[in-house]
Nanobody, 126 residues
């Protein structure tokens, strides 16, 4: 069983930046695509960014494209999400997730992700 542990959340002013990290335990991290999701109070969980198994392909939700950057380091079993130009509407719990497949896009169904972290809170003040 894979364990995913997110870190790096916090409180930041609008316009600021944060870097989220997700550490994965277990085998086979490097053959799976990874995704980042977020869930704000009263809203459904939504896709934020995804990255293919080797980092060669990425995709983003339209609301974060150009502001957020996803990356991964297969040697360290980690994936990261750099959040720049943060807005109050980015406030949410952010989750990393492992896909069953080696590539993902913003159209990949959530149930194609088979392992989820516990989440890390990001709060952006205005």
């Amino acid at each position: 069983q894979v364990q995913l542990v997110e870190s790096g959340g916090g409180l930041v002013q609008a316009g600021g930046s944060l870097r989220l990290s997700c550490a994965a335990s277990g085998r086979s991290f490097s053959i799976h695509a990874m995704g980042w999701f977020r869930q704000a109070p009263g809203k459904e969980r939504e896709f934020v960014a995804g990255i293919s198994w080797n980092g060669g392909s990425t995709d983003y939700a339209d609301s974060v494209r150009g502001r957020f950057t996803i990356s991964r380091d297969n040697a360290k079993n980690t994936t990261s999400l750099q959040l720049n130009s943060l807005k109050p509407e980015d406030t949410a719990v952010y989750y990393c997730a492992r896909s069953e497949y080696n590539t993902v896009s913003k159209y990949t169904p959530n149930d194609n992700y088979d392992n989820w972290g516990q989440g890390t809170q990001v709060t952006v003040s205005s």
